[in-house]
């Protein structure tokens, strides 16, 4: 099925899946902490807005509240505690722009083709069209792992850990048109417990490295007194 | 007939010529407004162009055949690119030739000689913008195609003009990839035409500038033609990204009504981009050159995305 016969809510969220695959990019380049927890935000409020095009056409009304609870949580919520924390770190200005930019981009879309061709056999199995989102959802939680592996700081590290989520979260609404009620608390609440928790590390890594470039923890030793 | 069509796509190529300073005039007049100056009238380009048709054209010793003839290489190069996009009508016949990589290549040719010319003379700073221009359009180029192919792959041609007409006949459907490949080819024409976050239009004292760096040696109608030529080019990319995206309103007969129509839809559009361009300019402030190719990576990848999410997203397995 091509997009000419989807009626126009669901272009619509085909359009707003795509716009949440470019913030994940957004992500991946950006230098600036605060900029990039902006467009961490963004994300969320995408990934909720699918989410609440799903519940309008489909018969799942717990999508509703589903819908609000990612905006409340992703677009607000986390955002937010993440907004402190940077400022309570004195990170708010900090900048670090990638090493090689292109490399890094053409590595990125390397997955997006990847994730695409991953998903090829399931969606020519099915005949419901939005399960293309499926790919682009496979590529923001790539994209989200990518992010981890080349950022060194651990603040955006945890930028690209919840966009993984983010992705995931998106993978499953337009699916299977969302998990239970109570696997979906579970799992915000988890999302919610680990951002308190991540919080906490963060103070104990820059108390006990003096930075939050994790990778200074490679060059930890253990100093043994020799007798 | 055909007498009549060829006569129509004339008067629109002499069209783009008139228009082109007027579209300069109207951005630094809406420009001047923002910054809350009053600013010189929109006719101020054709008095300046005027003007320096008057004058002498003064050359350097060193300067060679080639500098005298870049100005009209240039001019006619930026014009029969300017003359292949659809302006008002879209059934001419220099449909033939609307090709994107025609227009790229017409593009490519007179920014060739104009680097050319800047180096010809030989003083340090035309050197200096040819080497800038030649890095700019090098990262450009490849992100202008990858958001024409963007089009060409909906439209299953790369002529402008059946890209238009398919973009009509669809008119209800939302798709990603024209909204990546658009914001693509919004960056890729202000960088192309040396608007503000990547080259400065207003000043030649800058160090950092690239497009007044190679044409400073000129004068009189050869710095005339150049400026000129300029214009068109932007006015060619408004023209491109008006009719291509949003080409509500482009004239597809010959009746007069159609073409009147026309006319009025373009212009407005053209002057809604100025308004937007003006706005843009005012509120962003110059990059380093070093950051530009950070600006067309950005371009670049916009226009992959589009490509991207057509296949994915928009063809179905």
């Given at each position: 099925?091509?997009?000419?016969?989807?009626?126009?809510l669901?272009?619509?969220?085909?359009?707003?899946a795509?716009?949440a695959l470019?913030?994940?990019?957004?992500?991946?380049?950006?230098?600036?902490?605060?900029?990039?927890?902006?467009?961490?935000?963004?994300?969320?409020v995408?990934?909720?807005?699918?989410?609440?095009?799903?519940?309008?056409?489909?018969?799942?009304?717990?999508?509703?509240?589903?819908?609000a609870?990612?905006?409340?949580?992703?677009?607000?919520?986390?955002?937010?505690?993440?907004?402190?924390?940077?400022?309570?770190?004195?990170?708010?200005?900090?900048?670090?722009?990638?090493?090689?930019p292109?490399?890094?981009?053409?590595?990125?879309?390397?997955?997006?083709?990847?994730?695409?061709?991953?998903?090829?056999?399931?969606?020519?199995?099915?005949?419901?069209?939005?399960?293309?989102?499926?790919?682009?959802?496979?590529?923001?939680?790539?994209?989200?792992?990518?992010?981890?592996?080349?950022?060194?700081?651990?603040v955006a590290?945890?930028?690209?850990?919840?966009?993984?989520e983010?992705?995931?979260?998106?993978?499953?609404v337009?699916?299977?048109?969302?998990?239970?009620?109570?696997?979906?608390?579970?799992?915000?609440?988890d999302?919610?417990?680990?951002?308190?928790?991540?919080?906490v590390?963060?103070?104990?890594?820059?108390?006990?490295?003096d930075s939050?470039d994790?990778?200074?923890?490679?060059?930890?030793?253990?100093?043994?007194?020799?007798? | 007939?055909?007498?009549?069509?060829?006569?129509l796509?004339?008067?629109?190529a002499?069209?783009?010529?008139a228009?082109?300073?007027?579209l300069?005039?109207?951005?630094?007049?809406?420009?001047?407004?923002?910054q809350?100056?009053?600013?010189?009238?929109?006719?101020?380009?054709?008095?300046?162009i005027?003007?320096?048709?008057?004058?002498?054209?003064?050359m350097a010793h060193?300067?060679?055949?080639?500098?005298r003839?870049?100005?009209?290489?240039?001019?006619?190069?930026?014009?029969?690119?300017?003359?292949?996009?659809?302006?008002?009508?879209?059934?001419?016949?220099?449909?033939?030739?609307?090709?994107v990589?025609?227009?790229?290549?017409?593009?490519?040719?007179?920014?060739?000689?104009?680097?050319?010319?800047g180096?010809?003379?030989?003083t340090?700073?035309?050197?200096?913008?040819?080497?800038?221009?030649?890095?700019?359009s090098a990262?450009a180029?490849?992100?202008?195609?990858?958001?024409?192919?963007?089009?060409?792959m909906?439209?299953?041609?790369t002529?402008?003009?059946?890209?238009?007409?398919?973009?009509?006949?669809?008119?209800?459907?939302?798709?990603?990839?024209?909204?990546?490949?658009?914001?693509?080819?919004?960056?890729?024409a202000i960088?192309?035409?040396?608007?503000?976050?990547?080259?400065?239009?207003?000043t030649?004292?800058?160090?950092?500038?690239?497009?007044?760096a190679m044409?400073?040696?000129?004068?009189?109608?050869?710095?005339?033609?150049m400026?000129?030529?300029?214009q068109?080019?932007?006015?060619?990319y408004g023209?491109?990204?008006?009719?291509?995206?949003?080409?509500?309103?482009?004239?597809?007969?010959?009746?007069?009504?159609s073409?009147?129509?026309?006319?009025?839809?373009?212009?407005?559009?053209?002057a809604?981009?100025?308004?937007?361009?003006?706005?843009?300019?005012?509120?962003?402030?110059?990059?380093?050159?070093?950051r530009?190719?950070?600006?067309?990576?950005?371009?670049?990848?916009?226009?992959?995305l589009?490509?991207?999410?057509?296949?994915?997203?928009?063809?179905?397995?």
């Amino acid at each position: 099925m091509s997009l000419e016969h989807l009626p126009l809510l669901q272009q619509l969220m085909v359009v707003l899946a795509a716009m949440a695959l470019f913030t994940s990019f957004v992500l991946l380049e950006q230098a600036r902490l605060v900029a990039a927890i902006h467009a961490f935000a963004w994300q969320g409020v995408l990934v909720a807005m699918v989410t609440a095009i799903v519940a309008a056409s489909s018969a799942h009304a717990h999508l509703f509240f589903s819908a609000a609870l990612t905006l409340g949580l992703k677009g607000v919520l986390i955002p937010w505690m993440l907004h402190r924390l940077v400022r309570r770190l004195e990170l708010d200005r900090h900048s670090e722009p990638l090493r090689r930019p292109a490399l890094v981009t053409m590595a990125a879309l390397a997955l997006v083709i990847f994730s695409y061709w991953l998903v090829l056999p399931i969606v020519q199995q099915e005949l419901i069209f939005t399960r293309n989102i499926v790919a682009v959802s496979l590529a923001v939680v790539l994209v989200g792992l990518l992010m981890m592996v080349i950022r060194t700081q651990a603040v955006a590290q945890v930028l690209g850990f919840m966009s993984m989520e983010n992705g995931l979260f998106l993978a499953a609404v337009s699916a299977t048109g969302g998990m239970p009620l109570m696997v979906e608390l579970g799992v915000a609440f988890d999302v919610l417990v680990a951002m308190v928790l991540f919080g906490v590390f963060f103070f104990q890594i820059r108390a006990s490295i003096d930075s939050l470039d994790v990778d200074r923890m490679n060059r930890l030793t253990e100093r043994v007194d020799e007798p | 007939m055909t007498v009549a069509a060829w006569g129509l796509a004339l008067l629109q190529a002499l069209l783009y010529v008139a228009l082109a300073p007027l579209l300069a005039g109207w951005i630094r007049k809406v420009k001047a407004r923002l910054q809350n100056r009053r600013g010189a009238v929109i006719l101020q380009p054709y008095r300046d162009i005027y003007k320096l048709f008057g004058k002498e054209a003064r050359m350097a010793h060193t300067a060679s055949l080639l500098f005298r003839a870049a100005p009209y290489i240039v001019f006619t190069a930026t014009w029969l690119a300017a003359a292949a996009v659809p302006l008002v009508a879209t059934g001419l016949p220099t449909a033939a030739i609307a090709d994107v990589i025609v227009i790229a290549g017409l593009l490519a040719l007179a920014r060739f000689f104009l680097a050319l010319a800047g180096m010809d003379v030989g003083t340090a700073f035309g050197g200096m913008g040819a080497s800038r221009e030649m890095l700019v359009s090098a990262l450009a180029e490849p992100a202008m195609l990858m958001a024409v192919f963007t089009l060409a792959m909906t439209a299953h041609s790369t002529n402008l003009v059946s890209v238009v007409d398919h973009q009509l006949a669809s008119v209800d459907l939302l798709r990603p990839s024209y909204l990546f490949a658009l914001a693509g080819l919004v960056l890729v024409a202000i960088a192309e035409s040396g608007r503000i976050p990547v080259d400065n239009p207003a000043t030649h004292l800058e160090l950092t500038m690239i497009h007044e760096a190679m044409i400073l040696e000129y004068s009189g109608r050869h710095l005339a033609l150049m400026d000129w030529a300029a214009q068109l080019k932007l006015l060619l990319y408004g023209a491109l990204v008006a009719n291509v995206f949003f080409p509500w309103g482009i004239a597809r007969d010959a009746g007069i009504g159609s073409l009147g129509l026309g006319l009025a839809v373009v212009i407005a559009k053209l002057a809604l981009l100025g308004v937007a361009l003006a706005v843009s300019e005012t509120v962003l402030a110059k990059m380093r050159v070093f950051r530009v190719p950070a600006f067309l990576n950005l371009a670049l990848l916009l226009a992959l995305l589009g490509l991207l999410s057509h296949v994915i997203l928009e063809v179905g397995a």
